[in-house]
T-cell receptor, first 109, second 115 residues
Framework: RKEVEQDPGPFNVPEGATVAFNCTYS??????FFWYRQDCRKEPKLLMS???SGNEDGRFTAQLNRASQYISLLIRDSKLSDSATYLC??????????FGSGTRLLVRP | ETGVTQSPTHLIKTRGQQVTLRCSSQ?????VSWYQQALGQGPQFIFQ???????GRGNFPPRFSGLQFPNYSSELNVNALELDDSALYLC??????????????FGPGTRLTVL
């Protein structure tokens, strides 16, 4: 079983739609979680950190459910520029990042 | 931009050769982590250097080795290249690996192709 699992997608949504991604992790002792965004053939860029009960940044909301060991990312009012791969990331007890395989989002006009 | 730079951008090697990839960390950062990203996969942790010492290693064979220099820049060396080593190699710099809030900032990566 992978340590961090994500639905690979792609999620194909119209502009303005709300879309949600989920991710599960296996290490119940992990404390820190992140969402990174990766454009095609580019490096991952930090989108949001997810601590304790989650957080919101503009159109993006991240939630952490420790009991079920999953993290979610909600994107409201999708823009064409949101098209990318979204990587769910766990920081383990030795402070290394463990990435999921990514969920691909396509926002169409 | 993150201020993390990597060189070269692209590299083509043949099986059995050796390669050295370089990374300059963001100003003020003393930690560099290296990741390998195969096509269609998420990045996989190779190892991390903190103040010139190896500070953790992932599930990679010994032919993957690294260095960190006093200015905190870093090198990744891969010996005896195999076809499966073809990937995007990413380095990430950060300030303090001992804190869960530590954010890692990625460089643009080096795309290695092994023929």
């Amino acid at each position: 079983r992978k340590e961090v699992e994500q639905d690979p997608g792609p999620f194909n949504v119209p502009e303005g739609a709300t879309v949600a991604f989920n991710c599960t992790y296996s290490n119940s002792a992990s404390q820190s979680f992140f969402w990174y965004r990766q454009d095609c053939r580019k490096e991952p860029k930090l989108l949001m950190s997810v601590y304790s009960s989650g957080n919101e940044d503009g159109r993006f909301t991240a939630q952490l459910n420790r009991a079920s060991q999953y993290i979610s990312l909600l994107i409201r009012d999708s823009k064409l520029s949101d098209s990318a791969t979204y990587l769910c990331v766990e920081m383990d007890s030795s402070y290394k990042l463990i990435f999921g395989s990514g969920t691909r989002l396509l926002v169409r006009p | 931009e993150t201020g993390v730079t990597q060189s070269p951008t692209h590299l083509i090697k043949t099986r059995g050769q050796q390669v050295t990839l370089r990374c300059s960390s963001q100003s003020g950062h003393n930690t560099v982590s290296w990741y390998q990203q195969a096509l269609g996969q998420g990045p996989q942790f190779i190892f991390q250097y903190y103040r010139e010492e190896e500070n953790g290693r992932g599930n990679f064979p010994p032919r993957f080795s690294g260095l960190q220099f006093p200015n905190y820049s870093s090198e990744l060396n891969v010996n005896a290249l195999e076809l499966d080593d073809s990937a995007l190699y990413l380095c990430a710099s950060s300030v303090n690996p001992g804190q869960g809030t530590d954010t890692q900032y990625f460089g643009p990566g080096t795309r290695l192709t092994v023929l």
